[in-house]
Each structure stands twice: as C-alpha cells, then as structure tokens.
C-alpha cells in the first residue's frame, strides 16, 4: 500500500512537472511567435519617424511609445515616493525598533503585502472623491496619483527585502563595527548597508517590477486609452499593461492586434528579465556567505 | 541603543561626541517617521473603505447591497452573486494548483542534484515575474478559443478558463511556499531517512510532508488569497456576467472585477455603495488569509 502510494507519487510528481512545463512552453511560445513578428519600429513611432519622436517633435500616432512613456514615468515617480521610505523603514524595524512597536508594524506591513491592488487603485478613487467633496473640487485622477497608489503597493517589498537582509547579517559584523567606536548610525552606514546592499537592491528591483506590471491600480486612477505622452503630474495617461487589456477587448484591425501582442511580449520580456536579476543577486548573497565562519558573540 | 539613555548626551564630552549623539536621534527619529508612514496607510486604507460602505449601513441600505440581484437600471444592486463568485472562482483554482503544486515539488525534491530538477524550479521562480495582464492575453486569444470550440458551447468566456488561468498564476506561489518548508529540513532527519533505505519519494511522502505540514496548510492559504485578489485574469476571461454559475461553462463575475467594471462606467452613488462593501469584503478577506498565515507560522502549540 504505502509502497504503491510512492511509486504513484513518483510518477504524479512527473506528470505534473510535464504538465506546468508544457504549459509554460505553450504559453511562451504562443506569445513569443505572434509577439515576435510585430517587433518592429513601427510598433513603438506609428508611422511618425523614431528621431522625430524622441526628440518631441512630432508624436508618435498609433505607436506603443506613449504607453512606453507612462510606465517610465508610472516607474520612476512611483519609485522616488517608495523606494526611500521602504528602505528607511525597513531599517527602523530591522535595527531600532523594540519587540511590541517592531510586531505591530511587522503585522500592519504583512497586511499591506497581502492586499488585493485593486484596493490599492480603489483607495486612489476613494481619495479624490473626499477630495472634491471637501477642499479640492477640481481634483482628479491622473499620474501622480496612480504612482502614489504603486508606491504604496511596493513599499511592503521593499519594507521586507531590507528587514530580510540587515537581519540575515553574520552578528560578527555588527560587532566589529561598535567594537571600533562606531555609532550604530556609522555602524549602519559603513559596514551593515553595504553588506546588505545586494539583497536590498534585489528588493528595489522587484519593486520596479512589480510596479511597471499592475494593471489594477492604474485603471482605477486615471489611465485612458489613447492618451499621448503625459505633460504634467496630473494628466491623464496611458500604460503598457493598460494598453494590452484595452487591446485584448477593443482591437478594430489586425494591426492593433499584432501590436497588442508585441507590447504583451515586451511587458513580459520586462517584467521577467528584472524578477531574473533579482534572484540572481539573491543566489548571489547566499554564495558570498556559505563560506564566512560566524562566531556568535 | 536608544538615544535616550545615551551616556554621552548631557556630559561635558567633546563636542564632536555630543553632535553624533544628537545626529543619532535625529536619524532615529527620521526612521521611526517613515515606518510610521507605513502603518498609516494601511490604517488609511481601511478607514476609507469604512469612511465610504458604512454610511449605507446606517441608512439601512445594506439589505439592498447584500441581495442576490444586480440589475443597475432596475434598481437592483446585490453583490452576493459576485461573493460567490469570486470563492467558485478561487476554490476551483486551488483546487486545480495545489495538487500539481504539490506534485511539482515531489519531482523537484527527487530530482534535486539533476539538472531537470532545477530547471523546473527555475521556470517556477520565473513564472512569479509573469504580469497577470500577459496571462490574460494571452488566455483570451489561446484558451478561450480552445474552449469555445471543444465544448461548441458558450463564447468560451467562462468559469472554467478564467479557473484554468488563475490556477498558472497562483501555481508559483504555491510551489515556492512548499520548496520552502522542504528546504529548511534537516541534514539529521535526510541522513536518517537515506540511511533507513527511502526513495526520495518515499522520503518527501512519509518524513517531509509529515513534518512540513503546516508550510502545507500555508500554501494553501496564500493560493488561495493570491486567487481572491486577482482582477486581471477574471476581468478579462471570466465572462463578467453578475449571476450564480453553475456549470463551468457559465459566466461568472468577482468581487474585483466588480470594482473595475462599475468604476469604469459613470455611475449612480447606490453603485458605489456597491463597489465599497465589496472591497470591505475583499479588505476581510485578505487579513484573515493574513492571520491564518500568522498562526501557521508560529510554532506549533
């Protein structure tokens, strides 16, 4: 009995390694082909010239380039407003802070990785709704906005990734940088921070990730279609991910259809290339430290 | 450490001493202000969604938002059938992934020092940098087509291909929950199952499994929340229509996807009423999955 189960287990354990892997293949390849054949300039300028483009001349009509644009700008502002403040945090919690406020903000940031992002955009929606009720009638969504709702989805990434790694450190470390006179503020800048600064760039890349692929928070806070290249902070705009939802429902030719398939197969290219650096440096960090005896003190 | 009972701040030390010491609470305090931030945007979200759904509870609208019927025109604004739908929708996901999950983790504990092995986790850890909205695509244009045309039934926007979809998606996450657990195992407790004549099978089966069986249990509940709080994939391949399916080849429509649709269209404040409770429940939600984690993760009693 027990020796039947195993063997079943063996072989279930087979099927279903076949089974994810042949769905993967099918998958990629399905997207890689469609993808690859509407990879062109055209699928970025339209039929307006590249250099005109990039030079803010002339926009690009029917192009991918003001959606490229938005998630640039989606990206860096998203990650000025999180990047600073998970980090900081996730300091505060790995060195400052006492057991009681250390598992009460431990739990608040758990809670906040485990939020469906739809909440995340409905928060947004929430907030300018309050807002025109009471001191801002004119408010909107738009850009800003959108990126403040990414930041707060990344900032548990981020919180987390520098926790993880400042703690993970051999006590060793932290030893020998007092036991030099250092303060824990010096402590922490020269010797704790750049131990630990693959596994937390591997946290910011994550998060630059994570931001340039959601989909749910934008479309409650202020993307459109067919928005050109934002002008300010509070103009609506346009996205990669937005841009392949809209595509999937609303294409009219097989031209948009085509370009929708190679802005899904640039997202996913993106988006997977940057999840792969990350746990490169992951592997990284636990190669670096295999070998260092730790002396506990 | 803390500043406060730091011996050199009101001595007649060297000044160079007492500026670090003040600079020591002044980036103890910048620090202990950040991670304040952070907490008060989750209690923001929570007061928002509050701020927003409690007022029909005490005007008595919220029999009208927990009702069976959505027919906005009517003046019908239930959420209950998206309630059910988002559980169909996430159960018959897990349903689909834990066993392949689990499955998959077996192979790739056996074939841990084969190349096969970790090729297959490396496609898994991968699979977490898939965007949902690239699943969505491309289910729309591979799997809705194969199910319309295979059961000749429907438009092929469905419970089953969104459940099919979703259950890729949360497949990762599941996996890398259990690898987890089986990594943290013992060389003793390795030695002592080689040593008694198991197969790795036998080994994942009757000694891992056994003592990893809360990381199980958590796996579990982290699919599940990840199923939950998917929009893309429902918005996009389960069909949308607000009623209680019953065959796989129904329509259905989730609590998140509700939350899109409704505000991507102008609507009437009863609506939005809607839209709020429904993210109440889905806020619930993921801070029980929260809690169950906690407990799972806390040793054992």
């Not at chain 1, 993967?24 to 990879?39: D, E, P, T």
């Not at chain 1, 995340?120 to 408010?139: H, N, Y």
């Not at chain 2, 579990?220 to 998917?230: E, I, T």
């Not at chain 2, 019953?246 to 505000?263: Q, Y």
Request: some cysteine; proline content about 6%.
């Amino acid at each position: 009995m027990h020796r039947c189960l195993s063997f079943g287990f063996t072989w279930f354990g087979w099927l279903a390694a076949l089974v994810t892997m042949g769905a993967v293949g099918i998958f990629v390849g399905f997207l890689g082909i469609k993808g690859l054949a509407a990879l062109n300039l055209r699928l970025f300028f339209g039929e307006a010239s590249p250099w005109q483009v990039l030079l803010g001349t002339q926009p690009a009509v029917g192009g991918l380039w003001p959606a490229c644009l938005g998630t640039l700008y989606l990206v860096l502002l998203s990650s000025l407003l999180a990047i600073p403040l998970g980090i900081a945090s996730g300091i505060y919690l790995a060195r400052y802070a006492s057991p009681g406020p250390k598992r009460l903000f431990g739990f608040a940031v758990d809670l906040l990785a485990g939020i469906p992002s739809i909440l995340m955009g409905l928060f947004g929606f929430a907030l300018i709704l309050l807002l025109r009720k009471t001191i801002l009638p004119q408010a909107n969504t738009g850009l800003l906005l959108s990126a403040g709702c990414l930041a707060l989805l990344v900032l548990p990434y981020l919180i987390l990734t520098t926790q993880t790694a400042l703690e993970g450190l051999s006590p060793t470390l932290h030893v020998a940088g007092l036991s030099l006179g250092f303060t824990p503020w010096q402590n922490l800048v020269h010797i704790l921070l750049p131990a630990a600064s693959r596994g937390i760039l591997s946290g910011v890349i994550l998060a630059v990730g994570r931001a340039a692929e959601d989909t749910a928070v934008i479309l409650l806070t202020g993307v459109v279609a067919n928005a050109g290249a934002p002008q300010s902070l509070t103009d609506k705009f346009t996205a990669l991910p937005f841009h392949i939802y809209y595509l999937a429902a609303e294409h009219r030719t097989a031209d948009e259809l085509a370009q929708a398939f190679g802005a899904a197969l640039m997202l996913l290219l993106l988006t997977a290339s940057l999840y792969a650096l990350a746990y490169g440096l992951h592997a990284g960090i636990a190669k670096k430290w295999e070998h260092t005896p730790i002396i506990r003190p | 450490m803390a500043s406060g009972q730091n011996p050199l701040a009101d001595t007649g030390a060297a000044p160079s001493l007492r500026r670090a010491a003040r600079r020591e609470t002044l980036v103890r305090t910048a620090l202990l202000g950040a991670t304040l931030i952070s907490g008060l945007a989750i209690c923001a979200i929570l007061g928002f969604l509050l701020y927003f759904s409690l007022p029909l509870v005490f005007q008595g609208q919220a029999g009208e938002i927990l009702a069976w019927r959505w027919r906005p025109f009517q003046g019908d604004f239930g959420i209950l059938p998206m309630v059910v739908g988002s559980l169909l929708l996430a159960f018959s996901a897990l349903f689909l992934a834990y066993p392949v999950g689990v499955g998959l983790c077996g192979f790739a504990f056996s074939q841990q020092h084969h190349p096969w092995g970790r090729l297959v986790l490396a496609v898994v850890r991968l699979m977490t940098g898939v965007p949902t909205v690239v699943y969505g695509f491309v289910s729309v244009f591979l799997l809705v087509p194969l199910v319309r045309t295979w059961f000749e039934q429907g438009t092929g926007f469905c419970w089953l291909t969104a459940g099919l979809t979703l259950s890729i998606l949360i497949l990762p996450t599941i996996v890398l929950l259990i690898w987890s657990q089986l990594e943290q195992t013992t060389p003793e407790t390795r030695l002592a199952a080689i040593a008694l004549g198991f197969t790795p099978s036998q080994e994942v089966l009757w000694v891992h499994f056994p003592q990893a069986s809360r990381g199980l249990a958590a796996a579990a509940v982290l699919g599940f929340g990840r199923a939950v709080g998917d929009t893309l994939v429902a918005l996009m391949v389960a069909g949308n229509a607000p009623q209680i399916s019953t065959s796989p080849l129904d329509a259905l429509r989730t609590l998140t996807a509700h939350i899109a649709l409704v505000l991507a269209t102008d609507s009437t404040s009863l609506a939005y009423g809607s839209v709020f409770a429904s993210g109440l429940i889905l806020f619930a939600t993921a801070a029980a999955v929260n809690l169950a984690l906690r407990r799972l993760k806390a040793p054992p009693p």
